[in-house]
């Protein structure tokens, strides 16, 4: 059995070339490391309500008359669901299992991160734009999940493949949506454009003779812009 030099194998490491993706993700091995994360936040608090009464839901869920105060029940509320309802939460970890491990690799899990978040942020600014400040609150990690499907359709594209069979997703749930009781559409909506934006952003063609690592910061600096006018939209 021979001795390494620490040293020696962390210089190697770095020296070693990183293997990124056609979006430039970071190709790693394992599971994905986000999506298992969210998925067990959702868990957790989910068990947490049902231990905690209504106190969860009071500090955490969306009250589109308190988003201004507020503001973080903006992505709180993605992490909740009804106490009530298991088929919904199983509905939302299901899109999910499905989604984020393809999502994450394809564009890294600090991008995917950043992805979920922002989706579900735009969820909830799309329910209080249409719904309005009087509209009940609401959870649910759907805005979020919508969101992943807007950008698996535009990554899909992208790459050139088949989106026929995410489109009849969307459509189906979209008419669901305006059929079964108790669902905010408003925040699939506001999910699913926010995440075809952010998307598009991150896998858009970089121009011409830009060096890869201001690609890299341009990217960063419209999905901020994308937060920020989200943000604005919902003052």
Same mark, same amino acid.
């Given at each position: 059995?021979?001795?390494?030099?620490?040293?020696?194998? +962390?210089?190697?490491?770095?020296?070693?070339?990183? !293997? /990124?993706?056609?979006? *430039?993700?970071? &190709?790693?091995? $394992?599971?994905?490391?986000?999506?298992?994360?969210?998925?067990?936040?959702?868990?957790?608090?989910?068990?947490?309500?049902?231990?905690? $009464?209504?106190?969860?839901?009071?500090?955490?869920?969306?009250?589109?008359?308190?988003?201004?105060?507020?503001?973080?029940?903006?992505?709180?509320? +993605?992490?909740?669901?009804?106490? @009530?309802?298991?088929?919904?939460? +199983?509905? =939302?970890?299901?899109?999910?299992?499905?989604?984020?491990?393809?999502?994450?690799?394809?564009?890294? %899990?600090?991008?995917?991160?950043?992805?979920?978040?922002?989706?579900?942020? $735009?969820? @909830?600014?799309?329910?209080? #734009?249409?719904?309005?400040?009087?509209?009940?609150?609401?959870?649910? +990690?759907?805005?979020?999940?919508?969101?992943?499907?807007?950008?698996?359709? &535009?990554?899909?594209?992208?790459?050139?493949?088949?989106?026929?069979?995410?489109? $009849?997703?969307? &459509?189906? =749930?979209?008419?669901?949506?305006?059929?079964?009781?108790?669902?905010?559409?408003?925040?699939?909506?506001?999910? #699913?454009?926010?995440?075809?934006?952010?998307?598009?952003?991150?896998?858009?063609?970089?121009?011409?003779?830009?060096? %890869?690592?201001?690609? *890299?910061?341009? /990217? /960063?600096?419209?999905?901020?812009?994308?937060?920020?006018?989200?943000? !604005?939209?919902?003052?």
């Amino acid at each position: 059995m021979g001795v390494q030099c620490v040293d020696c194998v +962390a210089e190697a490491a770095r020296a070693t070339p990183v !293997t /990124r993706t056609a979006f *430039g993700g970071r &190709v790693r091995g $394992g599971r994905p490391a986000v999506t298992y994360a969210v998925m067990g936040a959702c868990v957790a608090l989910y068990l947490l309500q049902q231990v905690g $009464g209504g106190l969860v839901l009071q500090l955490l869920a969306f009250f589109p008359a308190l988003a201004g105060e507020q503001p973080w029940r903006f992505v709180t509320a +993605a992490f909740l669901h009804s106490p @009530s309802s298991l088929l919904h939460i +199983a509905f =939302n970890l299901y899109a999910l299992y499905l989604t984020g491990p393809y999502l994450e690799q394809v564009l890294g %899990r600090l991008r995917f991160a950043a992805l979920y978040l922002v989706a579900a942020f $735009g969820g @909830s600014v799309g329910y209080l #734009l249409i719904a309005g400040l009087d509209a009940p609150p609401t959870v649910g +990690a759907s805005g979020a999940v919508f969101g992943l499907f807007g950008a698996l359709l &535009v990554v899909q594209r992208r790459l050139g493949r088949q989106t026929g069979q995410i489109v $009849g997703v969307l &459509v189906v =749930n979209g008419i669901l949506g305006f059929v079964l009781p108790g669902i905010a559409w408003q925040a699939h909506l506001g999910g #699913l454009l926010t995440g075809a934006a952010v998307a598009a952003v991150m896998v858009g063609a970089p121009a011409p003779g830009v060096p %890869r690592d201001r690609r *890299g910061a341009a /990217r /960063r600096s419209a999905v901020k812009a994308s937060g920020t006018v989200a943000v !604005t939209a919902s003052l």
